[in-house]
């Protein structure tokens, strides 16, 4: 189904804060088309849990890290230094029993980029750009590597890929990387056996504390007629203003509330990370056929040459994005 352009329809106005508070248009925005939106704040995504009473063990005071991140210290420095003092081998087998990080590593990696300053893919006037050489994307790319060799608790020989959750309920690593659904009501950190917080990905020496948001789209299909097209575009804004007494509401500290996640992680992480200014989105599921695990993120693991795996996917990427520029976006079914 292809596409009606929003960008036409006088009854959207994409600078007003209903869309400007969670950047989808800008996301489907291709050669000044506009071919989708979402409208409020967004949903928060990926994030650092943290296992505080783990810390505080080891006299390390969690409300030190919201401090941080309120005052934009929290840095890439600033997580390691931390980890460095939790990770430790306490019975001297040679094997460390506390480990620094854990968590879903491909996330992590295109957090790590972001966080950084980077990005994949951008986009310009003239469509999509390639992005995957820029200093920011590949410092971001090497700090991902750099934490795998260092923090990473280990895969188990036979593990599925998703351990990294039992193992951070377990106790023994201080932060994983992971969306901020998990620690909600109903999902799989609604429940542990410690105080449990949660922090923004901390800001790279080129970046700052951003999350990369992901909407659910709305589009309208391509073969309405304008006036049509402009009907149901009017109907759908006025359905979605704010109900009056409760503007600017934000469901998803009452959705954080309703888990596990510590109450500094609820009243100040939560809404940092549906304010715009640490926002941001991307533009790889735009561009049809361009698969970044298999050809780039997967492979940026433990012992990674990040320039090799960079090399490897550089080709396909530039030919992929090329093709995008040269043609109409496709549907979400099509780009698979």
Known sequence: MARYDLSKLDCLDFNSPKFTSNLLHKQYTYKGGIYAMYTGLSEPRDGLFINETLLSDNNIDPDTIYDMQANGTWTWDAFKEIMDKVQKDTDNDGTNDIWGFTGNTGSFTSD??????????????????????DPKTIEGLQFSV?????????RPEGAEWDYYKEEFLNGTVAFCCDGFYAGCAGSYFNETDFDMGFVMMPAGPSGSLVNKWSNNPVVLPSYYDDETAWKVAMAYNIWTEDIPGYEGYNGQISRARSGNISSRGCDETVPMMCEKEHGTVSYTDMIPGLKTGETLIWNIGPGADVSAAVEGAAEEWKSRIADANSGDIKDDEEAQ
């Open 146 to 154: 750099d934490i795998q060799n260092d923090y990473y608790m280990p």
């Open 112 to 133: 790590c980029v972001f966080s950084n300053g980077g990005e994949f893919i951008g986009s310009d006037a003239n469509g999509f750009v390639y992005k995957l050489e």
